[in-house]
């Protein structure tokens, strides 16, 4: 298991949480929260705290595709009665 990342300017603090997939587990400014805050570690999804990441994509993919660069990787549509995948 992953040792929380904190990162600090001022008074602002964020709680990054390596082990649920880079998710914000708190984000406070004077020691208020700012987001909805989770624990920094366990088996809880990343969608349970107020901030993740949404990558390699987020939304729809054009035409199922997902390109970088000059590389492109199919990708499935993921809800029904949906053509394009969504994130």
Excluded: K, Y
Excluded at 67 to 74: E, F, N, S, T, V
């Amino acid at each position: 298991m992953s040792a929380p990342l904190i990162l600090e300017a001022g008074p602002l603090q964020a709680v990054i949480a390596p082990g649920r997939g880079g998710s914000v587990a708190a984000l406070r400014l004077d020691g208020m929260d700012l987001l909805r805050s989770g624990p920094e570690a366990g088996d809880g999804a990343p969608t349970d705290l107020g901030c993740f990441p949404m990558v390699p994509l987020c939304n729809r993919v054009r035409d199922n595709l997902l390109r970088i660069g000059d590389r492109a990787w199919p990708v499935r549509p993921n809800v029904a009665a949906q053509p394009l995948h969504l994130h």
